[in-house]
């Protein structure tokens, strides 16, 4: 069962309870609340198929549940969508705008759909060109735009009518890791402006940049915190980090241990998860002599601190146990 959120249901921008989505026989969403207050960044964490896309597109009122209630900004989504739209923007997982179009043509399409008034639209147009970093690329065709610049031509339109909320649904999803920190970069900024914002991600570094998070798996929250409360959680597999000279190939016979449940390799070392009651000095003990009678060489074994992989790893395990 998920934790209890961290902060009380009056500051909350977004509100969703017991939200369930069925298609036919199959239970894409389960029971999931989700309470996001202003100025917050709140992500869902999952894998693919885990449910964040379903929840975020019935969140936004692109896709009624199956029962739950939603209320965005003090407007009930079920009962009022029309209302309730026109406070949030939405950045969906793959780009959504006009490829044919430049970059202001297609920022004053979507200020027309907004209903902005002339003036008003060259306004907030002028301030998307600026603040994302488009005004020199503002008469490029969408489609000639590199795919980084065209999640902040995304995020544009989404903001163009000052939204109260915003989700993005894996909006970094196959950019460069420097246009990713800057679209991070662009995120802190709005959050410290006020905006809720809902975001989901499989990029478990990514998810650390949050101020709390919800874990999703098979459709169901399982876990909810800040990143330090997640990480603060005790383990019941001890961690160990593995550093030699062609300590790669420890690995063919560290699987065999019976103590080792999992071999994680890395550029350099390897990353050892034990069986839960497995004494990590005992393994690190037996790990040099090992190696040197097969020919390799253990530098150092040392215990190490969970990330946040290992906690997701070590939840769904549990989720799944009977």
Sequence with gaps: MAEAASRPAAEAVITATDLVRRFGDFTAVDHVHVSVAP?????LLGANGAGKTTTIR?????????AGHIRLAEVDMVRHPRRARGRLGYVTQHFALYAELSVRENLALQAGLYGLSPARARERIAWALQHLDLEHLADHKARALPLGHRRRLDLAAALLHEPHILFLDEPT???DPLARQQFWELIYALAAAGIAILI??????EATYCDRLALMHAGRIIAE???DDLLARPLPTPLLEVRGEGCAA???WLADWPEVLEI???AGYLRLRLRPGTDPQAVIRRLPEEAARRGQRVEAAEPVAPDLEDVFVTLLEQDASP
């Design 250 to 252: 420890c690995s063919r």
């Design 58 to 66: 019935m969140l936004c009122g692109l896709l009624p549940p199956t």
């Design 39 to 43: 100025g917050e960044v709140f992500g």
């Design 264 to 266: 994680i390799p890395h």
């Design 200 to 205: 989901t991600t499989h990029y478990m570094d």
């Design 173 to 175: 999803s196959g950019v």
């Design 225 to 227: 915190g800040s990143p």
